[in-house]
């Protein structure tokens, strides 16, 4: 069973950076999708940025687009996601996400449905 092990979060200042990673338990090979969502208080989880590993292909959403950067390091089966620029309305529970190498590409932004695997979840507070 594939395990998504998240780190990373906390809090800091309006403008501040942080860095979130996610690692597969078995190997990066198992998931043809990684990525990142987030969830605000009251609402839906929106996806906001991944990478389909078994097409080479990136989506990073328009809100975070020049502030977030994701990138994968294969070797480790971890998944990072870079936040610099951070807002106050960046604040939220992040979680890591994954697909199923067998199901193939999801989505752009993915649906929660398309999701085999989620992480616990991590929780980023930026302060004004």
């Known amino acids: 069973q594939v395990q998504l092990m998240e780190s990373g979060g906390g809090s800091v200042q309006a403008g501040g950076s942080l860095r979130l990673s996610c690692t597969v338990s078995?190997?990066?090979?198992?998931?043809?999708?990684i990525g990142w969502f987030r969830q605000f208080p009251g609402k839906e989880r929106e996806g906001i940025a991944n990478i389909c590993i078994g097409n080479d292909r990136t989506y990073v959403a328009d809100s975070v687009k020049g502030r977030f950067t994701v990138s994968l390091d294969n070797a480790e089966s971890t998944l990072y996601l870079q936040m610099n620029a951070l807002k106050p309305e960046d604040t939220a529970i992040y979680y890591c996400?994954?697909?199923?190498?067998?199901?193939?590409?999801?989505?752009?932004?993915?649906?929660?449905?398309?999701?085999?695997?989620w992480g616990q979840g991590t929780q980023v507070t930026v302060s004004a």
């Open positions: 078995t190997y990066i090979y198992s998931v043809y999708c």
């Open positions: 996400a994954a697909r199923k190498w067998e199901y193939g590409m999801w989505s752009d932004p993915p649906r929660k449905s398309e999701v085999t695997y």
